[in-house]
Each structure stands twice: as structure tokens, then as C-alpha cells.
């Protein structure tokens, strides 16, 4: 392989290191890509799946453009951050972590922002981010420089409610919310940032330089109280204002169409920068999950997992159909999504595998409903 001509600024080894890792990606179209993502068994978000695997051929589209065609990096356009907008337990992570991490076989990390602080608090710092992409690489810091970093909970970055910091009113350092704002911002503007090889908060610790203008962000969150914000700033636009349909009750906790997250103003009123949200080339609502798709992951994900547990304790399992609708409907009731599902069925597995796994004289493990509530025979 012909490595590209050297960049300004960039010492030919790593362009052909970083070739090389390009070189290495899966090259799919977008159809391909939600094929594949459909194939891993992600159910729903018709729309999220199509956006997501666009943005996906797009990225890797633009890596091989930059490394190996050797295309000027001001011709092609600029990177696109994703944010994921939906309900807690609706797949925005799962969807992440499918396409990038296990199609596209990049360094991928899902970093939960609850406990991040600005640079100089406890807590972690924004640059301890890296860190760990740079780990999931294995310390191949070319390899980390084209991988994907997925801002979980990003909504508990919000600073509150209140748009007079950003009209200038506000010039105190914010340790938990616009603090680390700011460190985004840097980061998916496209830096050189020096990255720390350890965990610490040590200044001596040694460091690596790395750039982000390669890096891929999607951010995600579930944005609780939203809605609310919505409504109050008295802006009219498709589906504002309407009474439930009569399907709604099928779904968990709130949804939003793209007309209500496309609003830069929406998110700086729920307390973010309008210019940090404004990195974000697309916004993606995604749906709170109906009951046929809880039913559908339960049977042919949660429970397989169940299944194959007791097959090697040496035990069979049966689950009756009466249950898996008892187990969506909880799951429905408390609007955990299909996080809960899991939780909700090993909950009432818990006896029957505390008390078969412990006589050998049981094979077989029946799950049924019993005058409303789930029980279990063995045989």
C-alpha cells in the first residue's frame, strides 16, 4: 500500500500509520450499515438507524478521502457530531456501540459525563476522555485518533435552567456544568489536546499529544423535564401542543419530533451552550420503545441469555408467554425501557435458579402466571 503524501505538519510516519488503520475499516454503504445493525438484533428507531449508519458512511467516508486519497482536508466538509435525543432505555448507547465498536471495529468508549468536573475540581476532567479512547486502542495513539467517543448522560452537564450566563451575565467558574461545557467544545472543535497515559489528576503524569479533528462524537441523553422546557418557551411547531394520541400509552415516558430538537434555543433555555450545541451537525430524536419491541427484545434477546445460563447449569428453561407480557408491562409501568427488562426477569428468576441449581435432582425450570403473579415448577 502507497502511503499518502506527507501533511503539513505531520511526520510521514503517522500518515502511514494512520493510513494503515483506515485501510482496516469495513467499507459499507448505508443500507449495508443498517442491515447489519438489524442483523445484531437491534430492534425499532427506524429513523435513528438510518441517520446513524448515514453518519457512519460519512465518517469513514471522510477518513479514507483525508488518509488515502489524499484529499486536502478543506475540500471535504467538516466532521459531524451526532447528538441522541430520547428515553432512558431506548437503545441510544446500544446503537453506538453496535455500529462502531462491533461493525466498524473502532475504538469505541461510552463515557458516562455524570461525574465530570471542570479541569482543576475533583472529578474527572474532560481530557481523562481520551484517556480512555486511547485505551480501547490499545495505546495506538493513530488508532485512537480515528475511534469514536460516545458522551453518555450528556444532558447532566446542564448548568440549570438559566439563559442570563449566556447573554454574558454569568462569569463565575462552573465546576459540574458549563465548566466542562467549555472543555467540549474544545475538544470537538478539532484541537491538538494533551492526553494523560494514566487515570490521574497528576500534572507530572506523562502525556500524549492527540487530535480530535478525526474523532467521531455522538452524544446522548435522555434530557428529563425537556418537553417542559419546550412548551414553556411558547414556540409552535409540528406536534407542540397536541393532546396524546390514543396509542400513546403504549410508549414510555416522552418522545419528540425533529421540529422540537432541531431548536438551538430549546437546549440553551434546559441550560447548554448554544454554541457547544451548535457542534452538533444533527440532532436525532429517538422514540420511547413500544410494547411489541420491549416484547420482542425480551424474547429474543433477555431471555435467550437466561435460557443458555441454565442449559449450563445443566437445566432447562421454559418461560410462558403470560410472563414475558407480565415482565413488558412492568417494565412499562416504572418507563425503564428495555434496561428494565433485564432486571424485571432476573428478579423473578432469582428463587427458581437459587433452589434448582442447588438439587441435582432438577432438570427442568417452568415460569408461569398464577393468579397474577409469577411462579415456577420444577420438573
Known amino acids: 500500500m502507497q502511503a499518502p503524501s506527507r501533511r503539513p505538519g505531520r511526520p510521514d510516519r503517522i500518515e502511514q500509520e494512520t493510513a494503515f488503520h483506515v485501510q482496516r475499516i469495513p467499507v459499507l454503504a448505508p443500507r449495508a450499515i443498517e442491515e447489519r445493525i438489524r442483523a445484531a438484533g437491534y430492534v425499532g428507531q427506524n429513523r435513528a438507524v438510518r441517520a446513524i449508519a448515514l453518519g457512519a458512511y460519512r465518517h469513514v467516508a471522510h477518513l479514507r478521502r483525508l488518509h488515502l486519497d ?38 469505541t468508549v461510552v463515557v458516562d459525563m455524570t461525574g465530570f468536573s471542570e479541569t482543576g475540581y475533583v472529578g474527572q476532567d474532560a481530557s481523562s476522555i481520551l484517556t480512555r479512547l486511547l485505551y480501547a486502542a490499545d495505546m495506538d495513539l493513530t488508532l485512537a485518533a480515528i475511534g469514536v467517543v460516545c458522551l453518555d448522560e450528556f444532558d447532566k452537564l446542564s448548568s440549570g435552567q438559566n439563559s442570563a450566563v449566556f447573554a454574558g451575565q454569568g462569569t463565575t467558574k462552573d465546576v459540574s456544568g458549563l465548566g466542562v461545557q467549555r472543555e467540549l467544545l474544545k475538544m470537538l472543535e478539532s484541537i491538538e489536546m494533551p492526553v494523560p497515559l494514566e487515570y490521574t489528576h497528576a500534572d507530572y503524569a506523562p502525556k500524549a499529544i492527540m487530535n480530535t479533528q478525526d474523532v467521531g462524537f455522538i452524544a446522548c441523553g435522555a434530557f428529563s423535564g425537556l418537553k417542559a ?16 394520541l390514543s396509542g400513546d400509552q403504549d410508549r414510555i415516558a416522552v418522545s419528540y419530533s425533529e421540529d422540537e430538537v432541531e431548536l438551538a434555543r430549546t437546549f440553551m433555555n434546559y441550560g447548554f451552550l448554544p454554541e457547544l450545541i451548535g457542534r452538533f451537525k444533527r440532532i436525532v430524536p429517538f422514540s420511547s420503545l413500544t410494547r411489541g419491541e420491549l416484547a420482542e427484545i425480551l424474547s429474543t434477546r433477555v431471555l435467550e441469555q437466561y435460557v443458555n445460563e441454565f442449559r449450563f447449569e445443566g437445566r432447562e428453561l421454559a418461560v410462558s408467554d403470560d410472563v414475558l407480557a407480565l415482565v413488558v408491562e ?18 423473578h428468576l432469582e428463587d427458581a435458579a437459587f433452589e434448582s441449581w442447588s438439587d441435582p435432582a432438577v432438570r427442568r425450570v417452568h415460569l408461569r402466571v398464577a393468579d397474577g403473579r409469577i411462579v415456577h415448577d420444577f420438573g
Open 70 to 107: 489524499d484529499a486536502p482536508r478543506e475540500s471535504l466538509p467538516p466532521k459531524a457530531p451526532m447528538l441522541f435525543v430520547g428515553p432512558t432505555g431506548c437503545g441510544k448507547t446500544y446503537l453506538v456501540e453496535i455500529l462502531f465498536r462491533d461493525i466498524l471495529r473502532l475504538p
Open 229 to 244: 422546557v419546550i412548551e414553556r418557551s411558547g414556540k409552535e411547531h409540528i406536534g407542540f401542543g397536541r393532546e396524546p
Open 330 to 347: 412492568e417494565a412499562l409501568k416504572k418507563e425503564t425501557g428495555a434496561r428494565g427488562l433485564e432486571a424485571a426477569l432476573a428478579r
